[in-house]
């Protein structure tokens, strides 16, 4: 049997419609709609400062070693650290990669003579290494090989500021810059006795991520066999690349194998996690406040189908199948949600414009996600839209199949 409309069925839905119900239905969905996609597009327009290639959050370099305890300090015992530990470090999943530190055993000297108004002065050093991969200076500035009387050195930017704004103030020396202390020419002497010998040496660059006087690795080695007949040491510190995206358990495992570290040095990995930790409850809560508000509504629907249970059950009887019969409330629905949906595109759109005010200063976007992320909000109307069908579509076929 054909109908040409359906004019009854949507009159009568019509006057059961509750005007508080539906601006409930509609405020919850649009804020719902808001928080999502404001946060979605947020996250991916701002996704690549929180990713490995981040320009703000680089990876961590931390340096480890083991708490002194005052047994070790009377028994002379040394707190380093064994293969075993290292291989267990290596596992973990906030760890990109392990290196060790090297230090020299064997007695150095640092002699600078007067220039630039800077009085000469010697001074005993001692020197660390750590592998290539943890530093960041020009490879054809930090190369050495046997027989090369030149070492390079690189030392913490710390150490420049020490003097400038310390020493040279106190003592009335004049301040030096950065380029003009990697010019100053100095001699090393290296060992004792009949096994001393003096090297030139000179700074290459500088570090802010590494608290040491650094020297090529392969040079500290054979200076090491040379000068301290000693090629193998457990090392005492250790450096840890730590991954950019963060881990809330480095601290506690850190904590529990009793390793020293500067929990200054954890903040980056720290913040990057709870930034996104936060980013995903706030896409949760808007997804709940969306399906709350649908839920809402399906309710509502419900109540109504039930209320005219007896007139839909009439219609049903008289020629109207199912379909015609869920047609006026899934109209109804359709159009409350894509209204919500609507209403809260230019809210999003507002907001974003004074966030990339704001933000766009210190953190830049190729372009932005908002089309994407408009065309995933249509997805999810789409699915609860069909939630939505099935259950209004079973509950009037219950009604209208029962006996």
Known sequence: MSFNSNTLIEKLVRKNLSFLRITTFCFFSIIGFF???????????????????SSIWKSNYIVLNKKVSSLQTLTGEKPTFNQDEIDDL???????????????????????????????????????SVPE??????ESDWKWQEGQNFIPIIIPKSYLNLYNFGFATSQGLPQVSEGLFTKI???LILGKGENQHVYQARIVDFTTKINTILVPENFLQWANEKYAHQSNTEPSRIIVETKSQGDENSASYFESHNFDINKDELKNG?????LKLAFTLVLFIGLIIVFAAIWLMIINFQLMIEKNKHKTKDLFLIGYNINQLAKPYLKFSIIFMLISYLISIPMVYFILNMINAKVGKFMSTEQSHIWEVIGFGLIVVIVLFIINKIILTQSIKKIALKS
């Open 90 to 128: 290596k596992t973990q999943n906030f760890v990109q990669k392990v290196g060790v530190f090297k230090s020299s055993q064997f007695p150095v000297k640092l002699q600078v003579g007067g220039i630039a108004g800077i009085r000469g002065f010697s001074t005993d050093l001692f020197f660390e």
């Open 185 to 187: 020419p100095f001699q």
């Open 35 to 53: 928080i999502l996609l404001l946060a979605a597009t947020i996250y991916l327009d701002y996704a690549k400062n929180f990713g490995e290639d």
């Open 270 to 274: 720290e913040l990057t996690y709870y």
């Open 133 to 138: 991969d943890f530093i960041e200076v020009k």
